[in-house]
């Protein structure tokens, strides 16, 4: 026991220490929303047990009431039918008088009347009458004993009658004669109530008249009142189930009511027996069913009725069989019954003849429980809503100046900004704590500060640093250089593929076609196939189609010999016959005519020619190879090219890939062909800068490996130093060369070079000037890490020391503009000549030229005159800018 009381002490030591540390809006939570909330479901019971009851009270009245206005409205239809057969009886003098009675009454009251008889006492005499559709029809005497049950058994069966008093019999089913012209022995049945009467003519004929009711008449009368046109209906009734049936005093249901808009349906009881076990089908009507004894609220309403009684009762799943469930039927409903009265005679008493009973099945209880559910649902939801709003409202006003410091230190924080947090009406604690915040932030201000310069001022320097060639690269570049194919430089896939296709079609002897744009290298995968094959001992000839014109190209192709035209006074033999052995390269074949493609396709098929002026074939053992930049079929649907010899050159078809499509081939091909460019340009160690790496993985050369080459080969040309910046390297696209300033502050792209070319292993940021300092100067760096930064750059062969040339020109100046502008501020103009002399008199003219309108573009100098006597002279902001430098 002392365990329990301590454990329990420490539960609800914990649990408070719990609330505790909670915030003040979920203290508030706590303590408002579950009294709130237990306070609300109470209401809710209580309101939904109170509204059950009164709508339960409500429908027990509806279907009373109802239930009652039905009974009264058949006992009203069943003496109106007494007063039909007491009328007809005083007309009973002569067959054409009841005939007119019926007529009368189809087309007067529209009463639907199955028979009218004339039942004598005597043998003979006997009048009968049959209505079907309307049509009547009166039958013969020796006729009658078709009819079942026989009207004479029935007159026979008759209690005494006085004059006046009617007689109602149960519901029937019976079988009338009722030939026609196609069907003689035609006959039809009706379910019926008969009434009967005695009659007495002056002429002494003594006997009983019967006229009989068609029952679809009293059931319409309860389909009438169990749908939406029922009289006592005040709002459209919803899909809910609800009918009515007759029974009579033995406890048969006879028959039920159906859907109004149905056409004349047939009697059935299936909707008021579902749930009820009994018997179905009497003597009288094959649809009637009996309850069995263990329904008892069913024989109890019986009882009553028979005692003439109304009353109401509520069914539950006692009262029913399982069956209704599997029915889909609600077995919980209102059950109402009432008498059905009729009286035999005006003055007597009338008698309990039947009874009449209305089921509602109606889940208005249980849909208007759902609702209430539903909006008490609601009203919580809101409650709770304003309690929260109520709540964060008193919580932010409480604790509103510690939040907005955390908001102001929190977005501080994320936008790296930093700046000092200013709470107004804050308080006197808040604003003790928000003094020791902004200490804090402007310290860490000063120190985010300064390790961003230095990012910036690392990055700027190591743009500018030497790409050094990492392992990799170099192992690479050792297997290129001894591989079997060290022409070829390249990585990648699509590098590999080619040079597999190029071993495979050396080994075989048939014709290739390579097709390649301008600049990929199809002549060197042709020499390629031609020095790996069984040829390679022999000469390997290239003839370019599209530099000669026609005539021109088939001497070039196949000779001529001497005085074949004027001119030849010599012999030529012919690129086939010089070939012969070895291999012919025809480059850009799409360019031949159609009488050159007509002359090639008899020299490819049969390996035959003619020279030009000869009458004799020559034999001649050539491989061909074939080069096109564009696509030879579209050139075949355009019929600019033959079919048939592009099929005859197409044996084996090689793709030489665009550089574009491989540039992970761009870092070992820059520097394969900046060890070609020293050579070229008399230069030794130059390298490529890591901002210049970065811009050739980033062109996307239109022109190839050709246009490649060649900018390496002019960056090695322009470079000043040994290491190529990005500014060294023009595209196409360029503006003249970019000022080392731009190429200092250009993001790089390292995402294809940090694999191939390291540089310092610094991430560094992409705000950084070109001497490696942020854009803000030198501000707030330490000196001695200036000085380091200045020195790595002037290392790299770039950096200039400070002079008074203005800081915003000399960055977007060369050397060479630089020291010429210094001129230009102590003289005021330049001339080219002043130029080359100030640089050096070396330098060439066109080199000159080009820095001096260079700065002219920059808004530096200004042009001044034409011709040899033209100066730059200094532009008017370049003037104040020097100045102030």
Known sequence: MPDMRLRLFESLWNTFNWFKDLTLKGKLMLALLPPVVLTLAVTGYLTHFLSNTFIQTGLERIAAIQTQAMAKQVEDFLGHCRQDLLIAEQQVGADRFLRGFLERRLAISGTKYCELAKISQKESGHTFFVINDGEILSLPENRL?????????????????????????????????????????????????????????????????????????????????????????????????????????????????????????????????????????????????????????????????????????????????????????????????????????????????????????????????????????????????????????????????????????????ASQEMTPVDIPHSGYETGMLRDAVNKMIERMRYQSELIRSKDEALRAVNMRRKAVIDDLLQAQIAEALQGD?????????????????????????????????????????????????????????????????????????????????????????????????????????????????????????????????????????????AATNVSLEQLIERKAFREDLYFRLKVITLSTPPLREHKESIPLLAVRCLVDAESKVGKQGLGFSNGAIDKLMGHDWPGNVREFINRITNAAVMAESNIIQAEDIVLEGDAGRVSSADAGTRPGRRGGVEGRMAGSGTRQPESAGRDGLPDGGDAGLPAEYVAHALDDAAQAGEHAPHDGVAAPVRHALNKRQQQAYERVLARGSITRQEYQDCIGGRLPVRTANHDLHDMVKKNVLAKDGQGPSTRYVLAPHAGKAGGAG
């Open 145 to 413: 004993d078709k009819i079942h049950p026989n009207p004479f058994l029935f007159i026979e069966k008759l209690p005494p009658l006085e004059p006046g008093e009617v007689w109602i019999s149960p519901v029937m089913e019976v079988e009338y004669p009722f030939p026609s012209e196609a069907n003689p022995n035609r006959k039809v049945s009706s379910q019926v109530i008969r009434m009967a009467t005695p009659y007495a003519t002056p002429g002494g004929d003594q006997g009983h008249l019967i006229l009989a009711l068609d029952v679809r008449q009293l059931r319409d009368v309860l389909s009438l009142y169990s749908s939406a046109q029922s009289p006592l209906r005040g709002v459209q009734p919803s899909d809910e189930i609800l009918y009515s049936f007759m029974f009579d005093m033995d406890g048969w249901e006879l028959f039920q009511s159906e859907d109004i808009d149905k056409p004349d349906p047939p009697l059935a009881t299936y909707l008021a027996r579902a749930g009820f076990e009994g018997t179905l089908g009497n003597p009288y009507i094959s649809c009637a069913f009996r309850p069995s004894s263990l329904h008892k609220q069913f024989w109890r309403m019986v009882r009553e009725v028979n005692e003439g009684r109304a009353g109401l009762a509520t069914l539950t799943d006692a009262d029913f069989t399982e069956t209704t469930s599997q029915m889909g039927i609600p077995r919980d409903c209102i059950q109402a019954y009432a008498p059905v009265r009729f009286t035999p005679r005006p003055g007597r008493d009338p008698v309990v003849y039947a009874g009449v009973a209305t089921l509602d099945r109606s889940q208005l209880t249980l849909t208007a429980g759902y609702r209430h559910i539903d909006i008490m649902l609601l009203i919580t939801l809101c409650t709770i809503a304003l309690i929260t709003a109520l709540v964060y409202l008193v919580s932010r006003v409480t604790a509103n100046p510690i939040l907005k410091m955390t908001q102001a230190v929190s977005t501080a924080w």
């Open 485 to 625: 194919l060290p022409e070829f430089c390249g990585l990648g896939p699509k590098m590999e593929q080619l040079k597999n296709d190029v071993l495979k079609a050396a080994r075989v002897d048939v014709d290739v076609l390579i097709v390649g744009e301008t600049g990929t290298g199809k002549q060197l995968t042709a020499e390629a196939i031609h020095r790996h094959s069984r040829r390679s001992g022999g000469p390997f000839i290239c003839v370019d189609c599209g530099a000669l014109d026609e005539n021109l190209l088939l001497d070039t192709l196949f000779g001529h010999v001497k005085w074949a035209f004027t001119e030849a006074k010599n012999e030529r033999k012919g690129a086939f016959p010089n070939a012969n052995g070895g291999t012919l390269f025809l480059d850009e074949i799409q360019t031949a005519s159609p009488k050159v493609q007509q002359a090639l396709l008899r020299a490819v098929a049969m390996r035959k020619i003619k020279p030009l002026g000869s009458d004799t074939e020559i034999d001649v053992d050539v491989r061909i190879i």
